[in-house]
């Protein structure tokens, strides 16, 4: 009887502890507050975005930009509120760029995994295994879903299972139905089973459910076009007074009831704004 000998464990070098490039990010394992929850959608919106930045370039370019509109704006008027205004238009900017690009990215995706999975399903009944034919399929197949099916293929190549490879898919894409082609595989690949009529289902799954939220989408467009304008109209209606009449916010600020009005508004904005925007993302979840 064969004996196998197990190859001898390898010992850390230091002096290749420096090839590997860190993963930067801001979100710290375990810990639930409510500033790592954010710095923890802040990690994964820079990852979903496709764009391959760190979470600290994004960082420093809404510094920059906002020190840099809040300063023109602060030249031109010499006026506290309109630079404060400016400063966070131009800080917010650059995160809701790589919150429209996220979006877009997700719908490409989207579009892409039903024929990704009848390619898979093609290519699982020349009798290859799934392995192979995830690697097939992610060569053919463009991106940023192909981009991110190599990323998994790689990993097999490194020796971990199917499940594992997979298993940051869902997290990196931020795309629903990557996380259930990702169940059915593992489910396939422990139980075993038909493993083509398992894709076609699959994939009529989630035509019809890309179908139903374009439909849903296009019902609701009307109401979330006015949830939108109701948050951006404020600010702009505001700015508009402060450039036509530079004292209007002194005056306003002159009296105790000016002030706590102001403050009420702010504060009641602020919280219909999170409201609004946290409905309008459950609806448009993927």
């Known amino acids: 009887m064969a004996t196998h000998v197990l190859p001898p464990r390898l010992e850390p070098r ?49 510094v920059i930009l906002a020190v840099a509109a809040g300063g023109a704006v602060f030249v ?11 400063a966070l238009v131009g800080g917010l900017a650059p995160v809701a760029a790589a919150v429209l690009a996220r979006a877009a990215r997700q719908k490409r995706i989207n ?5 990704m999975i009848d390619e898979l399903s093609r290519a699982a009944r020349t009798g290859r295994s799934l392995e192979h034919c995830l690697r097939m399929v992610a060569r053919d197949t463009p991106p940023p879903l192909g981009a991110e099916l190599m990323q998994c293929v790689r990993k097999i190549d490194l020796g971990l299972p199917l499940h594992l490879a997979m298993a940051q898919l869902p997290e990196r894409t931020g795309v629903i139905s990557t996380s259930i082609l990702n169940t059915a595989l593992s489910v396939h690949r422990q139980t075993g089973g038909d493993l083509i009529s398992v894709l076609d289902r699959l994939s009529i799954t989630l035509r019809e459910r890309t179908q139903f939220l374009g439909q849903l989408n296009a019902a609701t467009t009307a109401s979330r076009l006015t949830a939108l304008l109701m ?28 002030r706590a009005t102001t403050a009420a508004a702010v504060a009641l904005m602020a919280v219909g704004s999170v409201w609004v925007l946290r409905v309008l993302a459950s609806s448009q979840r993927a």
């Open 14 to 62: 230091p002096e290749f502890a420096g090839i590997l490039r860190q993963q930067e990010t801001f979100a710290t394992p375990g810990d639930a507050s409510l500033g790592n929850r954010l710095n923890g959608w802040f990690d994964r919106l820079m990852v979903q975005t496709g764009w391959g930045l760190p979470p600290t370039i994004l960082l420093m370019l809404t």
């Open 76 to 86: 031109w008027l010499e006026n506290p509120l309109p630079t404060a205004v400016a």
């Open 111 to 115: 579009e892409q995994l039903p024929g």
């Open 231 to 258: 948050i951006a109209l404020p600010p702009f209606i505001l700015g508009f007074f402060l450039f036509r009449d530079p004292a209007y916010f002194d005056n306003l600020m002159a009296s105790s009831w000016g």
